[in-house]
């Protein structure tokens, strides 16, 4: 079956800590893999993909088929890093067709 | 660009009565889906569309609902009759078909 699993409903941390936002996923083909963010009364919007292995707002997630995991990493929040994050799989080639985490709120305390 | 605008942001009604969302996609993009937001279950796929098209709505819970695409710039997701268990916000999301969707600001539903 095809799933994604944040296991952390809550993670609050201090300005300046790391953060790591965890994400394992199941699926038998090749995942495309996402980090979506909602932060208060805005819009769900993309943050990152792995396939761009990019570094957006200082987060980055690396895709690791080994353990099956994407999770998303900042070595410093910031207090406007405060979300929710939300970690998604691609199912085939329509990057809408999204099977979503629970998602995990990220408090960042001054 | 406004992105993808829900119409209503917030809808209140009585169980039994016929509820419809509505969504315009952002102008070029062929793909529309249509989401679900609930404390159990999360972010849920319900149906859809490519070139105005229903490809997958197998997402859909049951027979009361339904979701149309009668142009490029336009679709309505209906509850009818609508019950309490229904209450959730729904998501619309559209794609250039690239590997990104872009989410409207949902529709918050309360069904009492």
């Known amino acids: 079956a095809q799933r994604v699993t944040q296991p952390e409903k809550l993670l609050s941390v201090f300005k300046g800590a790391p953060v790591e936002l965890k994400c394992n996923y199941s699926?038998?083909?090749?995942?495309?893999l996402f980090w979506y963010v909602q932060y208060s009364r805005q819009r769900l919007q993309l943050l990152l993909r792995h396939i761009s292995r990019e570094s957006i707002k200082g987060f980055t997630a690396d895709l690791n088929k080994g353990e099956t995991s994407f999770h998303l990493k900042k070595p410093f929040a910031q207090e406007e890093d405060s979300a929710m994050y939300y970690c998604a799989l691609s199912r085939g080639n329509q990057g809408g067709k999204l099977i979503f985490g629970q998602g995990t709120e990220l408090s960042v305390k001054p | 660009d406004a992105g993808v605008i829900q119409s209503p942001r917030h809808e209140v009604t009585e169980m039994g009565q016929e509820v419809t969302l509505r969504c315009k996609p952002i102008?070029?993009?062929?793909?529309l889906f249509w989401y679900r937001q609930t404390m159990m279950r999360g972010l849920e796929l319900l149906i859809y569309?490519?070139?105005?098209?229903?490809?997958?709505d197998s997402g859909m819970p049951e027979d009361r609902f339904s979701a149309k695409m009668p142009n490029a710039s336009f679709s309505t997701l209906k509850i009818q009759p609508s019950e309490p268990r229904d209450s959730a916000v729904y998501f619309c999301?559209?794609?250039?078909?690239?590997?990104?969707?872009?989410f409207g600001q949902g529709t918050r539903l309360t069904v009492v």
């Open positions: 569309f490519n070139n105005n098209v229903p490809i997958d």
């Open positions: 699926y038998s083909g090749s995942p495309e």
């Open positions: 102008s070029g993009h062929n793909s």
């Open positions: 999301a559209s794609s250039p078909g690239s590997l990104e969707a872009f």
